[in-house]
């Protein structure tokens, strides 16, 4: 009987846990939005409940505070780059073939996370020390992803200057949240592609 009931119980458990980390999705989502919109210190918790469908308070229940849905959101997807940069190196022997497909999968966040973006830019200082530490290391592990492929395909040049190259490029695409419109998208695509892999001396 006490196995029958292990195994009813289950489905009940992971139906919860899904539902809490929709939850937690979807009051990040919609903190992206807000901070991007109003800045870090122009929202309130009762604004992310708000916005999410639930109550201030039960904001609580996934973060222990505005402080920490902010760093939960930067890191996360500081995690998250490293995370694709580091899948795209791994899978493909050649170097101008990584080297353009972390340009395609960067291009591909930065059209897809404008909001992100802005925030990143404008309240990385309001997180913590301890949180703000994690996401410099994590930022500084993908642009060395980057520093590594560029190092193979251009073999004689020196890493300082392959890490100018590879923070110019970032700067070029990660500018799309001021200037590009979601109605452009494709268009806007194909050109930061074409503009990233001349800056960082492929062929077109």
């Known amino acids: 009987m006490s196995s029958g009931k292990a195994r009813m119980s289950a489905p009940s458990e992971t139906t919860r846990s899904r539902a809490k980390a929709d939850r937690r999705s979807a009051l990040l989502g919609a903190a992206a939005t807000l901070f991007a919109q109003f800045g870090f210190n122009g929202v309130s918790i009762e604004d992310l409940g708000a916005a999410a469908g639930v109550s201030g308070p039960a904001v609580y229940r996934h973060f222990s505070g505005k402080q920490a849905v902010l760093a939960a959101l930067l890191i996360d997807v500081s995690d998250d780059l490293v995370a694709g940069g580091r899948a795209v190196v791994t899978s493909r022997a050649d170097a101008a073939v990584a080297l353009r497909d972390l340009v395609c999968f960067h291009v591909h966040f930065a059209l897809t996370n404008p909001d992100v973006i802005r925030v990143q830019d404008r309240d990385l200082d309001s997180l913590a020390e301890a949180d703000r530490h994690r996401v410099r290391v994590l930022q500084r592990e993908y642009v060395e992803l980057w520093v590594g492929v560029l190092k193979r395909v251009?073999?004689?040049?020196?890493?300082?200057?392959?890490?100018?190259?590879?923070?110019?490029?970032?700067?070029?695409?990660?500018?799309?949240?001021?200037?590009?419109?979601?109605?452009?998208?494709?268009?806007?695509?194909?050109?930061?592609?074409?503009?990233?892999?001349?800056?960082?001396?492929?062929?077109?």
Do not use: K, Q, Y
């Not at 970032?170 to 500018?175: A, I, K, P, R, V």
């Open 154 to 204: 251009h073999p004689t040049v020196d890493v300082a200057l392959l890490r100018i190259r590879a923070h110019a490029t970032f700067g070029l695409l990660n500018s799309t949240p001021h200037s590009a419109r979601a109605s452009a998208r494709p268009t806007v695509r194909a050109l930061l592609e074409e503009m990233a892999i001349a800056a960082l001396g492929l062929p077109i």
